[in-house]
T-cell receptor
Framework: SQKIEQNSEALNIQEGKTATLTCNYTNYSPAYLQWYRQDPGRGPVFLLLIRENEKEKRKERLKVTFDTTLKQSLFHITASQPADSATYLCALAAMDSNYQLIWGAGTKLIIKP | DAGITQSPRHKVTETGTPVTLRCHQT?????MYWYRQDPGHGLRLIHY???????DKGEVSDGYSVSRSKTEDFLLTLESATSSQTSVYFC?????????????FGPGTRLTVT
């Protein structure tokens, strides 16, 4: 079966440290993968997109990697701050899904002061 | 929220009644989407539109219909609401075509079917 998996347990990180979130997928031929942030009671907000032929993308304190051999994307937030606390969603677009986004359930990140 | 509004923001309705949710955008984006979000599940696509009067089904379209008579409006209708349709509904827009680049989301509608 095809699925996108993110760690369902909340991730607790000390302020200033690097937070790393994982997104694994199975049985897709990916075109690109996106990461979104979602705050309680609000819609997701786009953060980064990485294509299947790219290994790494950066934007300010954010870094995304994409390993199509391992079928995994890692999302890093460096120098984390309490304001980074939110749920982070990954979404994969693949030929198999007619390029419609297939979403993970999200990982809740808590940055403690 | 990138010029996207949803109405109503909250609704409680009874089983068997029809319900229509509205999504309105001011960005003139071609693509519009309806998702539902439930605990423990990722966002699931209900229907999407790639232009006025052009719509297609998503992963969980049973029990839902949509209409798009104007670029800016995309309506989602539950013909006869069921308790399994209790959820948070999000509208999203995109201007990047079938390859669905980044999407911009509305604030959501929380629907409760009793």
């Amino acid at each position: 079966s095809q699925k996108i998996e993110q760690n369902s347990e909340a991730l607790n990180i000390q302020e200033g440290k690097t937070a790393t979130l994982t997104c694994n997928y199975t049985n897709y031929s990916p075109a690109y993968l996106q990461w979104y942030r979602q705050d309680p009671g609000r819609g997701p907000v786009f953060l980064l997109l990485i294509r299947e032929n790219e290994k790494e993308k950066r934007k300010e304190r954010l870094k995304v990697t994409f390993d199509t051999t391992l079928k995994q994307s890692l999302f890093h937030i460096t120098a984390s701050q309490p304001a980074d606390s939110a749920t982070y969603l990954c979404a994969l677009a693949a030929m198999d899904s007619n390029y419609q986004l297939i979403w993970g359930a999200g990982t809740k990140l808590i940055i403690k002061p | 929220d990138a010029g996207i509004t949803q109405s109503p923001r909250h609704k409680v309705t009874e089983t068997g009644t029809p319900v229509t949710l509205r999504c309105h955008q001011t960005e003139n984006h071609r693509y519009m989407y309806w998702y539902r979000q439930d605990p423990g599940h990722g966002l699931r696509l209900i229907h999407y539109s790639y232009g006025v009067k052009d719509t297609d089904k998503g992963e969980v379209s049973d029990g839902y219909s949509v209409s798009r008579s104007k670029t800016e409006d995309f309506l989602l209708t539950l013909e006869s609401a069921t308790s399994s349709q209790t959820s948070v509904y999000f509208c999203a827009i995109s201007d990047r075509g079938r390859t669905s680049y980044e999407q911009y989301f509305g604030p959501g509608t929380r629907l409760t079917v009793t």
